[in-house]
């Protein structure tokens, strides 16, 4: 399967500080990434869909302008919490569809935030 | 109304009392059903794409089927190593391409 992989693993901030979160697709060129943030004991909730050269699509009653997504090349996506909170704690995957099969993801191993 | 649900919500098994999960769909016009494990503080790793009713995959002691409303992920003598939280995720037809994520079933195999 595709590798992905994301940096850092985990990161503390103070609230109302940004943190930047990187996605790297390390044997596909990946023109669509996929950023996921799960709760704990909940599953996978789809944010945004990143997209080489433009703008990301954001999923319904995701904020735009706190979760800024970058995908610049097509082996990296990035992913900024900006003027973090505590209630944007989180744990942030992203993933990458590299079209070998219908709708199969492939995903990194996450990012753990925490905003004190 | 979840689209996706997958029972139980936990699960609890001695090494090698085999069991089944399940992930059932809402919706019509299926896309592809697909499985994942996840550890603890990991991202999920991918293990089956299901695309038609009476398809079967199998992994070691995994073995995933397919119905027109549902999936099973039958789970043969376990080992404490089975341990994870298995999601589904269902892509349909209708909607986006983005497949849709069930809550996930944790299961616990005791030594």
């Known amino acids: 399967g595709a590798v992905v992989s994301q940096h850092p693993s985990w990161v503390i901030c103070k609230s109302g500080t940004s943190v930047k979160i990187e996605c790297r697709s390390l044997?596909?060129?990946?023109?669509?990434m996929f950023w996921y943030r799960q709760f704990p004991k909940q599953s996978l909730m789809l944010m945004a869909t990143?997209?080489?050269?433009?703008?990301?699509?954001?999923e319904q009653g995701v904020e735009k302008d706190k979760f800024l997504i970058n995908h610049a090349s097509l082996t990296l996506s990035t992913l900024t919490v900006t003027s973090a909170h505590p209630e944007d704690s989180s744990f942030y995957i992203c993933?990458?569809?590299?079209?070998?099969?219908?709708?199969?993801?492939?995903f990194g191993p996450g990012t753990r935030l925490t905003v004190l | 109304e979840d689209q996706v649900t997958q029972s139980p919500e936990a699960l609890r098994l001695q090494e090698g009392e085999s069991s089944s999960l399940n992930c059932s769909y809402t919706?019509?016009?299926?896309?592809?059903l697909f499985w994942y494990r996840q550890d603890p503080g990991k991202g999920p790793e991918f293990l089956f794409t299901l695309y038609s009713a009476g398809e079967e995959k199998e992994k070691e002691r995994l073995k995933a089927t397919l119905t027109k409303k549902e999936s099973f992920l039958h789970i043969t003598a376990p080992k404490p190593e089975d341990s994870a939280t298995y999601l589904c995720a269902v892509a349909f037809t209708g909607g986006s391409y983005i497949p849709t994520f069930g809550r996930g079933t944790s299961l616990i195999v005791h030594p």
């Open positions: 919706v019509s016009g299926l896309r592809g």
């Open positions: 990143s997209n080489e050269g433009s703008k990301a699509t954001y």
């Open positions: 044997d596909f060129q990946a023109t669509t």
């Open positions: 993933s990458i569809l590299p079209g070998r099969a219908v709708n199969e993801q492939f």
